[in-house]
């Protein structure tokens, strides 16, 4: 059993390094701003509690964060272990989270603002599949429009400007302290992100004794 906290500024691949990590090592990727968007989406009860909040780049509250990751992890849908990503985002939820949960590294994607912004500003997301598109780095074939499903590409409401700036300065400020937390306790291995998403993933898997990634054949 494996349980990975992943860390790092919106746009530092983490969604991306996940779903890679989980792929062949069989583990379960829980995003909890995946799970936000999807009761926004839905719109289910918890959707309306945290909508304005999800829409502007704001924190949702801790008890709250809490419950909706306590109630993920008691699904007990991962046998083999988890990569848990957007959480925890400041020192009280750091502190739950170790009183519950032991974990075995806490994978941190290093990049520096100046290329979250170029990058995050680039983002778009299909508003059908919920693929993730870059303008700068994974174009659509078609502008607008996904490749997977010809939705509609959207750009995600807390990707424009001012909500960057907001949750930059909210990860400066309240998540830089959960890493030096965990660095206390020797979790931590800090990765550059800057580099392409393979070498990134072969970096992880260096890092933490895995199985290196076998990234899957080109198609054309
Ligand atoms: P993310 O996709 O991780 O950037 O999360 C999207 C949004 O969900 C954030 O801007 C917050 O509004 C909310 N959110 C996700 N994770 C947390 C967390 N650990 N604490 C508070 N709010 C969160």
């Keep these: 059993m494996r349980k990975y906290v992943i860390m790092g500024v919106q746009g530092s691949g983490k969604g991306t390094q996940s779903a890679l990590l989980a792929?062949?090592?069989d583990l379960t990727h829980i995003s909890v701003g995946d799970i936000f968007r999807?009761?926004?989406k839905n719109h289910t009860k918890l959707g309306a509690q945290v909508r304005r909040l999800v829409a502007a780049g704001e924190l949702v509250g801790d008890d709250l964060v809490e419950s909706v990751v306590r109630d993920r992890l008691q699904l007990h849908d991962w046998n083999f272990g988890f990569v848990i990503d957007g959480f925890p985002r400041n020192r009280r939820q750091a502190e739950f989270f170790?009183?519950?949960?032991d974990i075995d590294g806490v994978i941190h994607l290093d990049l520096p603002d100046d290329e979250v912004r170029r990058r995050v500003l680039a983002r778009r997301l299909c508003s059908r599949c919920g693929m993730d598109y870059n303008l700068i780095a994974h174009r659509p074939?078609?502008?607008g429009r996904c490749d997977v499903c010809g939705g509609e590409l959207v750009t995600r409401a807390d990707d424009t400007p001012d909500a960057l700036a907001?949750?930059?300065?909210?990860?400066h400020d309240k998540t830089d302290p959960v890493l030096e937390l965990f660095r206390r306790k020797e979790y931590v291995m800090t990765v550059d992100a800057r580099a392409d998403k393979t070498t990134v993933q072969q970096a992880i898997r260096t890092r933490f004794n895995l199985p290196p990634?076998?990234?899957?054949?080109?198609?054309?």
């Design 23 to 25: 792929g062949d090592l």
């Design 38 to 40: 999807w009761h926004v």
């Design 98 to 101: 170790l009183e519950s949960y």
């Design 141 to 143: 074939e078609v502008e």
């Design 166 to 171: 907001r949750r930059l300065r909210d990860y």
């Design 213 to 220: 990634y076998e990234p899957p054949p080109a198609t054309d």
